[in-house]
């Protein structure tokens, strides 16, 4: 029989028991709908993760003071990792190049009459470069069009190398907080008051736009008063901060090197001890881009288990009702393959026939459930923080699953109904 | 004409030759001898009645006949084709293209229409010719047993007689070597199986070679030659030319 003839007569047979085939649909819908759903899911992670953490250069290693939890919230472990700690590291440690630092602290920053309160951050002369890799541009820029770090200051300019050592009392300020503080006058040259402090305004940022789409802290870049970090804490904090840094190395592939030596030179300094069973007990974190991308894949790697289990699961479930209907249709029309048989239908035509059958409802059970799947997406995602991506691949796998599964869990029926006996087939009442 | 003298020399001229054909079946603990050594030679265009009472074998001899089950001894030439050594797949193509089948209960496909039964054997056996063409032969068949006009209708709105023509139309369409017809008014009202025979008579008038299992004697009366079969043996005339 030819194939169109085959497609033809499965269509009319599966629509003759249009509810019977519909219910029968539903395992492989809800099982072709988890998966698009979850891949959806998993994709949209891996696409923030990758966003989020893209500033963190190949060759850039972030150090923080570790904390750990105790009675319930975390608190920072041994001791604090300074500013002199960042300072001295490229003298003392071969394979660091330079250290950006900052900290951050809320202060009151006052001109004239006009006051603002403000997320302050005291920075090394470099930070201008890493706002470059935090997807933030200045506004209205030509798309695709490169910048450098001096595009991002719009009056004055920032401050240098000499100002964050010696603990320069100067500042640069956000667009906004310019416009907040001076409204519309040039502050190049005024002096503001920061907490008790008096700052000379050197410099003010261009107006910046963010690039990032799904900027989920929703911060603006334009609210912003930076100092020298030496400055900031000399004057704004009562005690010694914990610094944040960005160890940038001179060699991205001896990455690994690089964190042994500046372990070891921050096991110096703090003078750390190894516990009972000879492991440091280090007062610091260190992460690199390799390490987000390994507790990524790592992540990927239980999400795409627990998402097989699942599909495998509901296709299982949705093949094994496919079985069943089959098999009863085999029971029901074995007086029909008996009348097939004796006008000359070979094993193999009733085989296809059954076969085809099987495959048509599992394939039209995909579709639904693809379908489904998209629409679900959306929902998934207000679950998931607003993250989930529909992944294009997972339509085409989506249909080869069922396609496999209308196969296998056909092919008993049809090989069933294929092997009846003719004759019994047509006394069959 | 005696069963078996014809053997060898009308060869050519046989439509159907069976030489000591047996069938042995298994049931339970008991070996049952359906056909136990049948010779029978049909001769194209003859029209032949099997009669016999229930049980005495003839609807075996019928379905080894049409290639349905397979002989467990003997020969059986069709056509001057040896299918009794034939393979699964080859039988089938043998029912397809060489014998029509005409059943007591029609067997037709519910939720098919009339022509769409009747081109069931061409989609089979003549699956590379186009559509159209297989329609326009199911129609030219079907106009062959007046029911042309019916050709859309599915099954469940023909009436008795009306089915077994588009049954007859399906047995005709590949244009076999021999129609075998199963109690083919066994279903039917006496005047609509009058009508059925008469349009068997017509056929074999023009040509076509029947089989016809029966046990009326009054329907094997509108065969050619009666053969009657009991406890598996076959042999000729019957009860059609006796008075009844």
């Known amino acids: ?429 | 004409m005696s069963i078996s003298s014809t053997l060898g020399s009308h060869m050519a001229e046989s439509v159907i030759r069976t030489e000591s054909l047996t069938r042995m079946y298994q049931m339970g603990n008991n070996t049952v001898n359906a056909l136990r050594g049948v010779d029978l030679t049909v001769r194209h265009g003859e029209f032949v009645a099997l009669m016999g009472a229930s049980g005495s074998g003839k609807s075996t001899l019928l379905h080894v006949l049409g290639c349905l089950d397979r002989p467990s001894a003997g020969e059986y030439w069709l056509e001057d084709v040896k299918v009794s050594s034939l393979k699964p797949n080859a039988l089938a193509e043998v029912r397809g293209h060489r014998i029509g089948f005409i059943f007591q209960n029609f067997n037709l496909l519910p939720r098919f229409s009339a022509w769409e039964n009747v081109s069931l054997p061409l989609a089979y056996c003549h699956g590379k010719a186009s559509s159209s063409i297989q329609r326009a032969r199911a129609m030219e068949a079907l106009t062959r047993v007046g029911l042309e006009h019916r050709a859309g209708h599915q099954p469940t709105e023909l009436s008795g007689g009306e089915r077994q023509r588009v049954a007859i139309a399906r047995a005709l369409v590949t244009q076999p070597a021999v129609i075998l017809a199963d109690e083919p008014t066994g279903n039917l009202d006496s005047t609509t199986g009058a009508d059925i025979m008469k349009l068997l008579s017509e056929l074999h008038g023009e040509g076509v070679t029947i089989v016809m299992v029966t046990h009326d004697p009054l329907i094997a009366r509108h065969a050619g030659r009666t053969c009657t079969m009991q406890d598996g043996l076959l042999s000729e005339g019957g009860s059609s030319h006796e008075p009844y």
């Open chain 1, 1 to 429: 029989m030819s194939l169109i003839n085959l497609i033809r007569s499965a269509f009319r047979s599966v629509a003759a028991n249009k509810l019977r085939a519909l219910l029968t649909m539903l395992g492989v819908v809800i099982g072709v709908a988890s998966v698009i759903a979850m891949l959806a899911l998993g994709n949209g992670a891996r696409a923030a993760v990758n966003s989020t953490f893209q500033f963190l250069g190949a060759n850039q290693i972030q150090l923080g003071q570790r904390s750990s939890m105790q009675e319930g919230q975390f608190k920072p472990m041994g001791q604090k990792l300074t500013y002199l700690d960042g300072l001295n590291m490229p003298d003392v440690v071969p394979l660091v190049e330079h250290v950006e630092m900052s900290v951050g602290k809320t202060i009151r920053a006052r001109f004239s009459r006009n006051t603002v309160e403000i997320a302050a951050s005291g920075v090394t002369a470099d930070a201008l470069e890493n706002l470059n890799n935090q997807k933030v541009q200045p506004t209205n820029w030509p798309t695709g069009e490169p910048f450098t770090s001096l595009d991002f200051i719009g009056e004055g300019r920032f401050f240098t190398q000499e100002e964050v050592l010696t603990g320069a009392p100067v500042c640069v300020l956000g667009h906004q907080t310019a416009l907040d503080l001076f409204a519309g006058d040039n502050p190049v040259g005024e002096t503001i008051w920061v907490e008790r402090t008096r700052c000379l305004v050197i410099g003010v940022l261009a107006e910046l736009e963010s690039t990032d789409a799904q900027n989920r802290y929703k911060s603006d870049p334009n609210q912003a008063l930076m100092m020298p970090i030496s400055t900031m804490i000399k004057t704004l904090f009562d005690e010694e901060p914990s610094v944040y840094m960005t160890v940038h190395i001179r060699d991205a592939e001896r990455i690994d090197e690089a964190k042994q030596q500046i372990s070891s030179y921050l096991r110096e300094r703090h003078q750390i001890q190894k516990d009972e069973t000879g492991i440091y007990l280090d007062d610091f974190d260190m992460t690199t881009r390799k390490d987000i991308l390994g507790q990524q894949q790592e992540a990927a790697r239980t999400f795409s288990l627990l998402l097989a289990a699942m599909a495998t699961v509901s296709l299982v479930v949705g093949g094994i009702g496919i079985m069943n209907v089959m098999l009863v249709s085999v029971t029901e029309r074995t007086r029909e393959i008996g009348v097939r048989l004796a006008v000359g239908a070979k094993q193999k035509d009733i085989v296809s026939q059954f076969l085809l059958e099987a495959i048509l409802i599992s394939l039209s059970g995909s579709l639904v459930g693809i379908v489904t799947g998209v629409l679900v997406i959306p929902l998934a995602a207000s679950l998931n923080n607003g993250v989930a991506l529909l992944l294009p691949g997972s339509i085409p796998l989506a249909f080869g699953v069922a396609l496999l599964t209308g196969v296998l869990f056909g092919l008993y029926p049809a090989l069933r109904a294929a092997r009846l006996d003719p004759i019994e087939a047509l006394r069959y009442e």
